[in-house]
């Protein structure tokens, strides 16, 4: 077969859904400006290439998805891949962001802006498993992909890297309060303000990433960080 070309070539052109494509060279470009919500799953075939130049969105804003891909996966540094996170499925098998399951190899830059579904449990910090955003059996490359959030969170600075050479994980370091209120560009200066801050910080190390009191600290690491 000759197989199919798609090209989402303006700024306002979507696509939305499920991806299936024939046997041959497929090739599925989406362009900068242009927008893809994906479903279930983009079939392209083995070795052919979807490539993320524009507005990649699984299952829209405000849905966790699991978008399966039969090919190779290349986001551009001009595209952007919108990830939804919802802390409170942690622990509960269901998926807390969305994710790609790329069959070929997977090579990422660009942008991941967040949206934040839920924040009643902690954040995956360094140091835990984090959220698997891509996975490829052959192998995922960071190309200086970042996760973004807009307004900037004054305590939290979300990360992702490759881990087990096939995973790009998502997580957030975590500066310690007290730190956060000695800098100088806070304005602090009470050392009563200083110790509740270091109050707060042992209680956040203490408990369990399913503690109602993470609701309190999220809201706290969100102050916009103007």
Known sequence: AAGNTIFVGT???????????????????????????????????????????????PGDRGRVQVTSLTGEFEQTGAGKYFLD?????????????DKLIVTGSASVAGEGPLLLLSINKAFAGPEDPGYVIVHSEVGTTNNG?????????????????????????????????????????????DPNV???????????????????????????RLQPDY
């Open 11 to 57: 700024r306002t052109s979507t696509i939305i859904g499920n991806v299936h494509l024939g046997g041959g060279a497929n090739r599925l470009l989406n362009e900068v400006g242009a927008l893809f919500l994906t479903d279930e799953s983009i079939e392209l075939g083995d070795g052919n290439t979807f490539k993320n130049a524009g507005l990649l969105s």
């Open 145 to 189: 992909f970042t996760p973004t959030l807009t307004p900037g969170a004054v305590g939290f600075e979300f990360k992702a890297e490759v881990r087990n050479g096939r995973d790009l994980v998502l997580f957030a370091e975590k500066p310690p309060f007290l730190s956060l209120l000695q800098d100088p560009a806070s304005g602090t200066t």
């Open 194 to 220: 200083w110790r509740m801050g270091k109050g707060i910080d042992n209680i956040e190390q203490a408990i369990t990433v399913d503690d109602p009191f993470n609701y309190l600290v999220n809201l706290l």
């Open 85 to 97: 996170v919802d802390l409170n499925q942690q622990n509960t098998g269901n998926p807390v962001t």
